[in-house]
């Protein structure tokens, strides 16, 4: 397990929390009660937008406590008077390298994070808004979590504009009550073009990433991977499981954990 205490991170997780439990409040209290209680499209609303806000939820909680490919440290010192000397191991020569930080040997496309203080298998970036690292075994849940994000932004808009174009003749049309419905809105407004258009673009970034093959890391060093290219659905079915596309979507099934790596490593 990874201890991260980074302020940063907990700060951020807070907010995302705060954020969504408002949005939820605002669209179901403020837009979908006061102007389709009586009808069946505001219980329709209702009930999908929360489950949009589940699922955010819990691929967010699942990209958060899940290890994102954490390189076991090893349970002895380790001997590194041959690789200090110009020898190339057998590791070496497979790609493998030297962590001074962990003072470890790690697998290919596994970087050190100075924030988990851990090498991380193919580890893209450290992401504040999860507090945790967007690895080999959590990106899937990250990107479902940008995803998510991204509907539950569109749709509190749509509901925004729903709520004041659709005709109530049963609507409270008090002053006071409208004043606050206004200012909600606003608040629900900006909050889903800021959420939204951040988190568009860094699913845009995700997915560049995943079909070119090269994280973020690999593309600010320049050393983009020499491998064979491999079809576009290979390149996504490694982050998001090679079971059924139906079940992309979903955070209950677990990305795939290529274990061939550690055995190798713990020999």
């Not at 596994?110 to 504040?128: G, L, N, S, V, Y």
């Not at 983009?224 to 979903?250: D, I, N, Q």
Request: aromatic share 10%; glycine share 4%; with cysteine.
């Amino acid at each position: 397990m990874i201890c991260r205490s980074d302020p940063c991170g907990i700060i951020c997780i807070i907010l995302t929390y705060v954020a969504v439990f408002y949005a939820d409040y605002g669209v179901v209290l403020w837009m979908v009660v006061p102007t389709m209680t009586n009808s069946l499209l505001g219980m329709f609303n209702v009930l999908v937008f929360n489950i949009i806000l589940f699922l955010l939820l819990m691929s967010h909680m699942r990209a958060v406590i899940s290890d994102p490919g954490a390189v076991p440290l090893p349970e002895n010192s380790l001997d590194f008077s041959d690789v200090h000397a110009g020898n190339k191991t057998l590791l070496e020569k497979e790609d493998w390298t030297v962590c001074s930080r962990c003072e470890t040997y790690r697998p290919p496309r596994a970087h050190h994070c100075r924030i988990c203080q851990r090498c991380i298998r193919r580890m893209d970036h450290h992401c504040p808004w999860i507090n945790n690292c967007v690895g080999e075994f959590n990106q899937k849940y990250f990107i479902q979590f940008l995803l998510y994000v991204g509907l539950a932004s569109i749709y509190t808009v749509a509901m925004v504009a729903l709520s004041w174009t659709r005709e109530c003749k049963d609507c409270n049309h008090e002053i006071i009550f409208k004043q606050h419905r206004v200012i909600h809105s606003v608040i629900l407004v900006i909050e889903s073009l800021l959420f939204g258009i951040f988190v568009i673009a860094i699913m845009c970034d995700q997915f560049q990433a995943i079909l070119t093959d090269e994280t973020a890391i690999e593309q600010l060093q320049k050393k983009g991977p020499h491998r064979p290219r491999k079809p576009k659905m290979a390149l996504l079915s490694e982050v998001c499981g090679r079971g059924s596309t139906l079940l992309w979507v979903f955070p209950c099934q677990s990305a795939p954990r290529n274990t061939e790596d550690l055995a190798s490593y713990e020999v």
